[in-house]
């Protein structure tokens, strides 16, 4: 984003273990659609943790 080249992003907390600094997750970022491979993969994931998280 164009913003990446004005400003440090914020860092925001994904998991207790896990930091994240993008502009992705701030509230005024564009909304987009995650792609299907990700969310299928997140899915994967949390049914092999056994968690919803």
Not at 2 to 30: C, G, K, N, V
């Amino acid at each position: 984003m164009e913003i990446d080249f004005e400003e440090q992003p914020p860092m925001f907390r994904i998991s207790d273990t896990h930091y994240a600094a993008t502009w992705l997750l701030h509230p005024d970022a564009p909304k987009v659609e995650m792609p299907a491979v990700i969310t299928e993969r997140i899915a994967r994931m949390k049914k092999k943790a056994g968690g919803d998280e």
